[in-house]
């Protein structure tokens, strides 16, 4: 039997909705089939297929590294310990490579949803970040 491409699976999940789900369990080190559910509502109510797939299509085709790399702008990088594909490893390996002023800082058991599954934490990051930016 042969498996989807990672770009097959994730163009799927812009109509099947158990593929978005199922996008969303991975993503977030398994949070509920609730917590799927109501990012899947999100989702289908808020973003419209054209534009998902375009989202897509822009993500993983286009390449603006050179574009980007080396800016002086400070970024603020924050990623979840649980998102196995956006983790700090990988952020380390890309945004902060390319950003000589990023800073990179890692939630624990949160995954791709910071700033939805965590949110005092979240805040707290940002709201230090920017203190220290304005100091």
């Known amino acids: 039997m042969r498996t989807a491409s990672p770009r097959a699976f994730f163009a799927s999940t812009v109509v099947d909705d158990d593929a ?5 369990r991975f993503v977030t080190g398994g949070l509920s089939a609730r917590w ?6 999100q989702n289908r109510a ?9 989202y897509l299509d822009m993500l993983t085709g286009t390449d603006f590294v050179d574009d980007i790399r080396g800016l002086d702008t400070r970024f603020l990088v924050i990623v979840g310990d649980k998102d196995p594909g956006l983790d700090a490893t990988a952020m380390q390996a890309t945004f902060l490579a390319w950003h000589p002023n990023a800073r990179l800082m890692t939630i624990p058991n949160c995954g791709h949803y910071p ?7 979240f805040a707290t990051i940002v709201e230090a970040f920017l203190r220290d930016a304005a100091a």
Request: hydrophobic fraction near 40%.
């Open 46 to 54: 808020c973003v419209a297929p054209d534009c998902r797939l375009a």
């Open 36 to 41: 799927a559910d109501v990012k899947l509502r």
């Open 20 to 24: 978005f789900r199922r996008l969303v």
């Open 115 to 121: 700033m939805q599954e965590c949110p005092p934490h």
